[in-house]
């Protein structure tokens, strides 16, 4: 059996450091007020649901981020639209 070496790294958080925060807060931020969701528990839960998106492979950053606020908005009980994120 021949083997070939394979390279890999982690480029998020390593290459690239996107601010969840400062990006997703202006989106939602009305809607959470709306439905009485603290942003702090929010952004909690994104982080994880983010954080659990990149253990997946083969995916685009910005899908990765649309499915994950999408999800964290249903969980929350925000309502989602597509253009929400802007990605």
């Not at 009305?30 to 954080?51: I, T």
């Not at 999800?71 to 989602?80: I, K």
């Amino acid at each position: 059996m021949i083997t070939k070496p394979v390279a890999t790294f982690d480029c998020y958080r390593t290459l690239v450091d996107f601010d969840l925060n400062r990006a997703v807060l202006p989106i939602v931020k009305d809607g959470l007020y709306l439905v009485g969701v603290d942003h702090e528990e929010f952004l909690d839960n994104l982080r994880v649901m983010r954080f659990q998106g990149v253990a997946n492979p083969d995916q685009r950053y910005t899908d990765i981020v649309k499915q994950t606020l999408s999800t964290c908005m249903l969980l929350h009980g925000v309502p989602f639209k597509d253009e929400d994120p802007n990605s």
